[in-house]
């Protein structure tokens, strides 16, 4: 999957080096993303595809041996818990394969929670 000389600098890079399957699904999360923050900016963070807003840590993607992860945060996953109660979760992350990705509404919603989340209180 990841190169061990060189870790990828790009979204692109990254999903050059992933299964054609998991590349797919990720391709459709990262078009979901990008359309529900449209002034975040991707990066790489910690290795893997990433969106930063403000300058701070939006959401994150990945494919794994078995599965694809999207990371957006455990705030959002918490406030929507029963629309995802048919994925496997973690505190920050919800699991998924590219047979059964997320819904488009449901990224939706949770990058807007995250969006929300991160907004400046004042």
Not at 12 to 37: H, N
């Amino acid at each position: 999957m990841r190169s061990k000389t060189k870790l990828p600098s790009t979204t692109d890079e990254y999903l050059a080096l992933v299964s054609e399957d998991k590349r797919a699904a990720l391709e459709a999360l990262r078009a979901t993303i990008r359309s529900a923050a449209p002034k975040a900016e991707e990066c790489i963070s910690y290795g893997i595809p990433a969106f930063r807003l403000g300058g701070r840590l939006l959401v994150a993607f990945a494919a794994a041996k078995n599965h694809c992860s999207f990371f957006p945060g455990a705030h959002p996953i918490t406030v929507h818990a029963a629309d995802l109660q048919n994925w496997k979760k973690a505190k920050g992350t919800v699991r998924f394969t590219p047979e059964r990705p997320l819904p488009k509404a449901l990224v939706r919603k949770l990058v807007k929670t995250r969006i929300a989340e991160r907004a400046p209180r004042g």
